[in-house]
């Protein structure tokens, strides 16, 4: 038996802007010291906010990558202002990826065996929809099934 899952509605449980991160934190999972952190936070390159419990810095995921990506490009031997120059590029690839894949994904459904991703519609007369799945060599496998077709919904 299979238990079932609103995928939807745990995934609204996992909002981003719930992780937050103090200065400490920070420093020790990016190796970024907490100076280096005061110094990028004036320049405006990420933001934190004051933990009315604690009274420190705190910095929410999007900062917390914003430290990750800009680390990463300076031991490239980036300056500090390409480096995040290439962080915020980064990022903006990021956030559109992010938001297609939440629109794409419509559902879990079992299909010939296979637990498929339900990607919406596949052409403008809605008759269609596109399913995919990675198979054993975890490569992109997709099919396309009339409407009448559909798999049963394995949420």
Request: proline share 1%; aromatic share 12%.
């Amino acid at each position: 038996m299979v238990d079932q899952v609103d995928h939807a509605a745990f995934y609204k449980t996992c909002n981003e802007d719930n992780y937050i991160f103090r200065i400490g934190e920070v420093s020790k999972m990016t190796n970024v010291s907490p100076r280096q952190l005061r110094y990028w936070e004036q320049k405006g390159y990420i933001h934190s906010e004051r933990n009315e419990k604690m009274a420190s810095r705190v910095f929410n995921h999007e900062n917390f990558m914003m430290v990750k990506l800009i680390k990463f490009y300076l031991d490239q031997d980036h300056s500090l202002s390409t480096a995040f120059e290439k962080a915020q590029h980064h990022m903006q690839i990021v956030r559109s990826t992010y938001a297609f894949i939440l629109k794409m994904h419509h559902g879990l459904v079992q299909k010939d065996g296979h637990q498929m991703i339900d990607m919406g519609y596949f052409n403008k007369e809605h008759t269609k929809r596109l399913y995919g799945y990675l198979d054993e060599n975890q490569e992109i496998v997709y099919t396309v099934s009339d409407i009448d077709e559909a798999p049963k919904s394995a949420e």
